[in-house]
């Protein structure tokens, strides 16, 4: 169905087309609101709150540092490996000022999964956190990456403050472990020798890449999404519009410039990227990053300190937040605001959350390759649970048969995508583009759908044998792929199985090669190869492995017997 199909099922407020021609890059979309919203506060973490124009002045020393200190030029790749901290959007926005191209990076990747991803990229520069220095370490021989720039937690904080963090973090808690890199500048540093030096502007077009953004392949090794200055910004053009919805008043349901954004999502991930960095950004909010939102007393304890209006989140954060006996003593009286997307949302969750806060989650779908938001609810009593709700301004969606054939409303098919936010492919992997990527631009998803009479889309099952784990993708090939180079495994096969807290788990059937092989070993050797939610929760040793008579494992059986 094209665009126009679903203009007049809109919410009132919600525009029909994007602005055409609005913005020039991400870069543009940054400069403009620098300047119209520089008193206004920005971002805010670990007591630590950055104004538009506090923001403005670090981004362009950290670009003037790149460009005057290294051989860096426009278009190549930096890897970006932090958490939730106030560096983290500093360096992405200082970066790709410099014309550089932005690849975030999972701060828990293990250094088998960090290895792939500087190769793959090409990356000649990196940014991390000191936390993760000693992984760097041993990566570093086998990458091309030749500059480092390294934060520490209290990089931003008066510089008193600062120094008992620091020591904290490393001397107290030790959470730093001991690695040797001389050559890395510390990220302090370069803003002040950057402050120094002007920057050179660089013009950048829509059609330039802005970020590459990895996500999990069928064969196993994960590929960088080409995400242009022109899908982030008509992503962000998208999400833009659906805030433009009317509420019950008259008034529209975000406003610029006085909204509190809470981000507990980590900016890493696409989602959290498009909507923390790109949409509340454009519109001069502010925005509150969670560092740890694992730690729920701690996160539980910053919402009290903010009148809080929208809170992006998914299904594993929203139940961890009600179980804590602080969450009902919190002030929801301006949260307006709940969006929840990476992973499917369960029906009970999202009846808790809106008894307890007054508040309807909303619940939206995308891709890492469509920047990522396809389609989302209406915001209050017109969202429909149960339902990804309908495709964002300027997106076109189909749902096709085995042949390729488009089918009817109300059958089920492979859901595909056409739209601005749409990747340019995959980096240096013109086979899996072509294979995901048709001559028109659709996008095949992989995801089984229906697309209901009145528009409303409903994800149905997976085409692939896709594994979701508190919205992080892992695909069963690299599960494999991996297990299988242990010297005692003869054959092994990954399924996802139902969990309530992560929406799913990974579980692991091992047919081992030697009998001395104890499950107790895999778990390790999965823990020192895997991040943490890749790593299987349950692992079973068998005899045999369920096969096609060609040697296909039949995944599908081993998860109607799990």
């Known amino acids: 169905m094209e665009p126009d199909f679903w203009n007049d099922k809109r919410p009132v407020g ?49 670009a003037s540092w790149l460009q005057t200190h290294t051989t860096l030029v426009p278009g190549d790749r930096i890897a970006v490996q932090m958490p939730n901290v106030l560096q983290y959007p500093i360096a992405v926005f200082g970066a790709l000022r410099a014309g550089l191209v932005v690849v975030n990076t999972n701060p828990l990747y293990t250094t088998r999964e960090m290895r792939h991803q500087f190769k793959d990229c090409g990356a000649r520069a990196l940014v991390y956190l000191n936390l993760f220095g000693k992984k760097v370490e041993e990566v570093l021989p086998d990458t091309g990456l030749e500059y480092l720039i390294e934060a520490k937690m ?36 370069v803003l002040r020798e950057g402050a120094q030096v002007r920057r050179t502007p660089v013009a950048l077009g829509l059609e ?21 200055h022109g899908n982030l910004v008509a992503n962000m053009q998208q999400v833009q519009a659906c805030f433009c919805q009317l509420d019950d008043t008259g008034a529209v ?55 809080f209006s929208a809170l992006l989140g998914l299904n594993t954060l929203f139940v961890a937040l009600m179980e804590h006996p602080e ?25 808790r959350w809106e008894q307890m806060t007054g508040c309807r989650i909303v619940e939206g779908y995308g891709l890492t390759e469509t920047s990522p938001v396809a389609c989302t609810n209406p915001y209050g009593s017109q969202a429909r649970l149960g339902t990804v709700g309908i495709p964002v301004v300027g997106t076109a969606l189909k749902v096709i048969d085995e042949q390729g054939q488009e089918l009817e409303l109300g059958e089920r098919g492979e859901l595909c995508i056409k739209g601005p936010q749409v990747m340019k492919g995959y980096w240096n992997a013109p086979e899996a583009t072509a ?43 690299e599960i494999e792929d991996v297990v299988m180079a242990h010297a005692k495994v003869a054959n092994c096969a990954a399924i996802g199985v139902a969990d309530e807290r992560a ?16 499950v107790g070993e895999l778990q390790a050797y999965c823990r020192a190869n895997f991040t943490g939610y890749k790593v299987p929760r349950e692992i079973v040793l068998r005899e045999s492995l369920p096969m096609t008579p060609v040697g296909k494992i039949l995944r599908r059986e081993l998860r109607d017997t799990a």
């Open 154 to 189: 209290g990089d931003l904080m008066p510089s008193a403050k600062g120094w008992l963090v620091n020591t904290m973090v490393s001397k107290v808690k030790k959470m730093v472990p001991d690695y040797r890199l001389p050559q890395a500048v510390s990220f302090k540093a």
């Open 435 to 477: 294979e995901a990527l048709d001559s028109q631009g659709w996008l095949k998803t992989g995801d089984i759908a229906v697309i209901d009479p009145d528009g409303f889309v409903r994800i149905v099952d997976r085409k692939k044998d896709l594994i979701i784990v508190s919205g992080f993708n892992v695909y069963p090939n």
């Open 253 to 307: 349901m975000l406003n610029e410039g006085r909204e509190v954004m809470i981000a507990p999502l980590p900016l890493y991930h696409v989602y959290a990227f498009t909507a923390n960095c790109m949409c509340m950004m454009v519109t001069g909010n502010h925005n509150v990053l969670i560092t740890n939102p694992r730690d729920i007393a701690g996160f539980i304890k910053e919402l009290k300190k903010w009148p």
């Open 503 to 518: 929406g799913e788990a990974v579980k692991l059937f091992v047919v081992p090669r030697d009998p001395s092989l104890t």
């Open 14 to 62: 919600v525009p029909a087309q994007l602005p055409a021609d609005e913005f020039a890059s991400v870069v543009d979309v940054f400069d403009r609101s620098c300047l119209r919203f520089a008193d206004r506060p920005a971002y805010s973490n670990m007591g630590v709150t950055l104004t538009y124009a506090q923001l403005d002045q670090y981004c362009s020393a950290f």
């Open 327 to 351: 969450f009902r003593s919190l002030d929801f009286s301006h949260l307006k605001v709940t969006n929840s997307g990476g992973t499917a949302l369960v029906t009970a969750t999202a009846e």
């Open 208 to 228: 330039d890449i802005a970020v590459l953004q990895y996500t999990g392949g069928t064969t196993g090794l994960a590929k960088g999404a080409m995400l242009t």
